[in-house]
């Protein structure tokens, strides 16, 4: 299983949009990484969301776009993209 945590303020556009990103990709995801997904959100006073892939911090902020936030979740699991 592949944990994946956000955290950041409730009410922040980035956080919600980021939600928002996994919950829309969380099947192609599965797929892609051969193991179910599981996305927590954590309430925390921070001026940028933060993305946890296992337990490790992997970005802060929100991606420029979906497939940027794929290749940062595919990179934390040390996949490479397929052409």
């Given at each position: 299983?592949?944990?994946?945590?956000?955290r950041?303020?409730?009410?922040?556009?980035?956080?919600?949009?980021?939600?928002?990103?996994?919950?829309?990709?969380r099947?192609?995801?599965?797929?892609?990484?051969?193991e179910?997904?599981?996305?927590?959100?954590?309430?925390?006073?921070?001026?940028?969301?933060?993305?946890?892939?296992?337990?490790?911090?992997?970005?802060?902020?929100l991606?420029?776009?979906?497939?940027?936030?794929?290749?940062?979740?595919?990179?934390?699991r040390?996949?490479?993209?397929?052409?």
């Open positions: 299983m592949v944990r994946i945590v956000v950041g303020r409730r009410d922040d556009y980035h956080v919600r949009t980021l939600l928002a990103w996994l919950s829309e990709l099947e192609f995801l599965e797929g892609e990484l051969s179910r997904i599981e996305v927590e959100f954590v309430e925390e006073d921070s001026r940028y969301p933060l993305l946890y892939v296992d337990g490790e911090l992997v970005f802060e902020g991606p420029g776009e979906e497939g940027y936030l794929i290749e940062i979740i595919r990179s934390a040390g996949l490479r993209a397929t052409a």
